[in-house]
Structure formats: C-alpha cells, structure tokens
C-alpha cells in the first residue's frame, strides 16, 4: 500500500532519575536525510538511532528532538562552571568599563543575575554506566517510530485514494482522446485531399514520389496513436506501483515525466481544438498527480 513521508509522532518516558520526550517530525525529500538532536553524553544512543531509522524508512527528511532531563535534586545536580564564570564577569567588566567612558551608569549585576547566565551553573553529569538509559530510551523510541510509520501509513492511504482517482480522469480523457481523433481523422483527410488537388491543378512539375513522402510524414506528425498508447501503458504503470507493499515514490516521480511528455506531444499533433483541450485537461490533471507523487515513499 502506499505510504507517505509526512508524518509526526512524539513519546515521554522515565528511567530512574531521568525524564525525556522524543519528537519525530517527517516531510518529504529525495531519499532518507536524517537530522538528530539527542544527548552526547549517552554512550552510542545516536548511532542506534541512525541504524533503526535506516533499516525502517526509504525516503523522507527526519527531524529527531530527544530531550533528557535528571529529575533528582540532590546537592550534585547543580555544579558551578567556573570558566564560564570568569569568563561572564570578564564580559560584565568589559561592558561596565566601556559605559563609564560614554557616561553611561549601569545597575550593578547581583549574583543571582550571573547566575542564570548561560553556562555558568549547569547540571553534573555523574560517572555512570548510561547503557541502562539508553536501552530504556531505545525502546521508546521504537514505540514512536512506529507511531510515526502508522500515521505516514495513514497518510499514504489518502494519497493512494487521491491518486487512484486522478488515473481514472486520466483514462477518461484517453477515451476522450480517441473519439477526437477519429473525428479529426474524417476531416483531415477531406481538407488533404482538397489541399491536394489544388496543389495539382496549379503546377505539373511535383514528383508523384516527392508528394508521397510528404503526404506520409503529415500523417506521422497527425498520428496521436502512439501517445494515446504509451499514456495508457503508464496509467497500468502507476496503479501497479501504488498497489505496491515497497516504496515506491522514485519510480512514480519518473512516470509522471513520462506522462507529461505524451500529454505534451499530444498538444503539439492536436491539430484541433477538441484535442487540443483534451491534452490541456490532461497536463492539468498530470501535474496536480505529481504533486501528489511527492510525498509517496
């Protein structure tokens, strides 16, 4: 079944004295680009990721936000970073040195507003063994993986449906093709003769060989058999890949060039108005399936 690359899911979990919430975000893209946000200081969780994601999805640009947070206050919890602290007081003499020479007078800094500057207290990471709270946080993150492969599933059946429909307007205007062209094909060959004939009676030095190979490659450039015939063979193509259980979004995005090069050649031999806007109606409906295709797996 079709399956999209959109998609979201999201998970909260615990472990001991830690606390996270996994963000999955999905869009499309031209093949699996993975974007990872997640603690380095648990040992090998990102490489895990990365496989795990690799092994389940084709195609599609992955967001992963993993935030972990030790929920504990113990007097470890809060150490004080005492180079991010000389550095800050360095910065706030710089700053209170530059103000006097313009005459400007600042309001002195108290401790507590040092202390929430960026860096200078920041939470203790304690010597230990985090493969326990890796394993935890993996099968979490399986369980959203395959909240967000359930609703990029979901999403690909109301493509399937939307695409399934646009096919069936394209073999619509196919049948519609035909009938123009038979109608057309009375007609030219009357306003042929006609040309013909004229052509005759104002000279007698046209090579009768000469004239059949004109004649012949006007009906080649009228013929619309050809293209009738491939759009239909594409029109099996694309049902039998969206009915597909793979993905399938590379083949159908070349399919629809292919498509639109017949409904383009057909334009150019309409040589009628009819089939003229059988081949509009048709590029139209092509182009808003390729839209569609975009975001197939």
């Given at each position: 079944m079709?399956?999209?690359?959109?998609?979201?899911?999201?998970?909260q979990?615990?472990?001991?004295?830690?606390s996270w919430?996994?963000?999955?975000r999905?869009v499309?893209?031209?093949g699996?680009?993975?974007?990872?946000?997640v603690?380095?200081?648990i040992?090998?969780?990102?490489?895990?990721i990365?496989?795990?994601?690799?092994?389940?999805l084709?195609r599609g640009?992955i967001?992963?936000?993993?935030?972990?947070t030790?929920?504990?206050a113990g007097?470890?919890a809060?150490?004080?970073n005492t180079?991010a602290?000389h550095?800050?007081?360095?910065?706030l003499?710089?700053?209170?040195?530059?103000?006097m020479?313009?005459?400007v007078?600042?309001?002195?800094?108290?401790q507590?507003d040092?202390?929430?500057m960026?860096?200078?207290?920041?939470?203790?990471?304690?010597?230990?063994?985090?493969?326990p709270?890796?394993a935890?946080l993996?099968?979490?993150f399986?369980?959203?993986?395959e909240?967000?492969?359930?609703?990029?599933a979901?999403e690909g059946a109301?493509l399937?449906?939307v695409?399934?429909?646009?096919?069936a307007q394209?073999?619509a205007?196919?049948?519609?093709?035909?009938?123009e062209?038979?109608?057309r094909s009375?007609?030219?060959?009357?306003?042929?003769?006609?040309?013909v004939?004229?052509?005759?009676?104002?000279?007698d030095?046209?090579?009768?060989?000469?004239l059949a190979q004109?004649?012949?490659?006007?009906a080649?450039?009228?013929?619309?058999r050809?293209?009738?015939?491939r759009l239909?063979?594409?029109?099996?193509?694309?049902?039998a890949?969206?009915?597909?259980d793979?993905?399938?979004?590379?083949k159908?995005?070349?399919?629809?060039?292919?498509?639109?090069?017949?409904a383009n050649?057909?334009?150019?031999?309409a040589?009628?108005l009819a089939?003229?806007?059988?081949?509009?109606?048709?590029?139209?409906v092509i182009?808003q399936?390729?839209?569609?295709?975009q975001?197939?797996e």
């Open positions: 079709t399956k999209s690359m959109t998609g979201y899911a999201t998970k979990g615990r472990f001991a004295a830690y919430q996994i963000d999955l999905s499309n893209s031209k699996l680009d993975l974007r990872l946000r603690p380095e200081w040992n090998g969780l990102e490489g895990q990365r496989k795990l994601l690799s092994q389940q084709a640009s967001s992963v936000t993993l935030k972990v030790r929920e504990d007097e470890n809060l150490r004080l180079q602290l550095r800050v007081l360095s910065m003499g710089q700053i209170e040195e530059a103000a020479t313009n005459g007078t600042l309001a002195q800094a108290s507590a040092v202390l929430v960026r860096g200078v207290m920041e939470q203790s990471q304690t010597e230990e063994d985090s493969a709270l890796a935890a993996m099968q979490d399986q369980a959203a993986l909240d967000l492969k359930t609703m990029r979901q109301a399937h449906t695409i399934q429909t646009q096919l394209i073999k205007y196919i049948t519609i093709a035909k009938t062209a038979e109608k009375q007609t030219a060959a009357e306003t042929l003769r006609d040309s004939q004229k052509l005759l009676q104002t000279t030095t046209i090579e009768e060989g000469r004109e004649l012949a490659l006007l080649v450039k009228s013929d619309i050809e293209e009738l015939d239909h063979a594409h029109t099996d193509a694309a049902r890949l969206i009915a597909a793979v993905p399938v979004g590379r159908l995005d070349f399919l629809m060039q292919e498509f639109m090069r017949e050649t057909l334009c150019s031999k040589q009628s089939l003229t806007r059988v081949g509009l109606d048709l590029k139209t182009d399936m390729r839209e569609q295709v975001n197939v």
